[in-house]
């Protein structure tokens, strides 16, 4: 099928509150070596979105302008030394940026197949989610079976992947959530304690419990210090958000007296070979598990593209339980 020319886009027209989200038009991208063009079904929708759309994470020099980490769809095109993928193929991709669009491009070694039987809808939710939970959660933080896992913001698209996975490895799963809906979210989807913070002190949860050996935390500010205290000896605090804020005052002392470890990382600024890899050990240990229904992405809504304002909207409302996602084909 020919390419058009032109397609329509959601852009940024200057940084500020989500209605500076704006339909336009823009020229469609041509893949260029290792590359993959995706015709976009559906779009996901990450806070690294508001924080682009915010003027407070700017895209790499070789991206598109336009928000939007993650898509599923068919592979438009193929650029030169792509091997394993061909015009029709369905997949689901992280992306550099420019999910918010018609067409979006990507590192061929950043895509996956949909997994069989998965909406297109569904699969647009995975890539930003798993490879970010995959990354912190098991290649940096380390989880192993039997380890007791507390993840923050357990009803979010991260938390609620990071609680499946962690079940999956045979870890004891603890979630943080802001209403009874959605700690029973967290428990049904196998958290085996869901903590209401309006209502539960984590620290004195989790202590009772002998500590936590891994803390997932995108809440920064305040937390970093109380997750601290919630570690058991030789615990590790992965950090990949700062919902409250970065500059907190903390007592170190009890990093080393109790051996704690203190790491974090962003996705986006990662190498292409870094994310590969990354992509490689997702089809290798999780896939198989989307394709038999043992995990799935959680879905809260759908929204049309020209609608992307309301869909960061409701994410930054965090009324959201799961995954918030763009229909772009259907645009």
């Known amino acids: 099928m020919p390419l058009p020319r032109v397609m329509t886009v959601v852009e940024i027209t200057e940084y500020g509150a989500p209605d500076v989200l704006k339909p336009n038009t823009a020229p469609v991208p041509t893949p260029g070596e290792g590359q993959i063009l995706i015709r ?6 990450n806070r690294p979105d508001a924080l682009q759309r915010a003027g407070n994470y700017a895209p790499p020099p070789d ?3 336009l928000p939007g980490l993650e898509a599923a769809g068919h592979v438009a095109a193929v650029g030169p030394g792509v091997t394993r993928w061909r015009e029709g193929d369905a997949v689901t991709a992280l992306l550099p940026g420019g999910g918010y669009a018609e067409y979006a491009l990507t590192d061929a070694d950043h895509a996956l197949p949909v997994p069989r039987g998965m909406e297109m809808a569904a699969a647009a939710g995975l890539c930003e ?6 990354t912190n959660v098991f290649m940096r933080g380390g989880l192993a079976a039997g380890e007791r896992f507390l993840v923050h913001g357990g009803s979010s698209g991260i938390g609620t992947t990071a609680i499946q996975l962690a079940r999956l490895r045979g870890a004891r799963v603890f979630a943080t959530a802001g209403s009874e809906e959605k700690c029973a979210a967290c428990r049904d989807l196998g958290a ?6 309006r209502q539960q002190d984590f620290v004195e949860v989790l202590r009772d419990e002998g500590g936590a050996d891994l803390i997932l935390d995108m809440v920064g500010g305040d937390y970093i ?13 992965v950090q990949i958000a700062f919902l409250q ?16 470890t203190l790491t974090g ?3 986006r600024p990662q190498s292409r070979a870094a994310k590969a890899e990354i992509a490689r050990a997702l089809e290798s240990e999780v896939w198989p598990h989307l394709e038999s229904g043992a995990i799935a992405p959680v879905m809260d809504s759908v929204f049309p593209l020209s609608r992307a304002a309301e869909a960061h909207a409701r994410m930054e409302s965090s009324a959201n339980i799961g995954k918030i996602v763009l229909a772009v084909g259907a645009a």
Request: avoid cysteine; aromatic fraction near 8%.
């Open 192 to 197: 085996e304690v869901a903590i209401n913070y």
């Open 265 to 267: 990382s962003t996705l």
């Open 245 to 260: 804020g970065a500059q907190v005052a903390l007592d170190l002392m009890q990093v080393m007296t109790r051996r704690l």
């Open 40 to 45: 976009v079904d559906h779009a996901g929708v």
């Open 129 to 134: 989610t798993f490879f970010t939970v995959w």
């Open 225 to 237: 210090a109380r997750d601290l205290d919630a570690l058991a000896m030789d615990g590790r605090l």
């Open 63 to 65: 991206a598109s302008p």
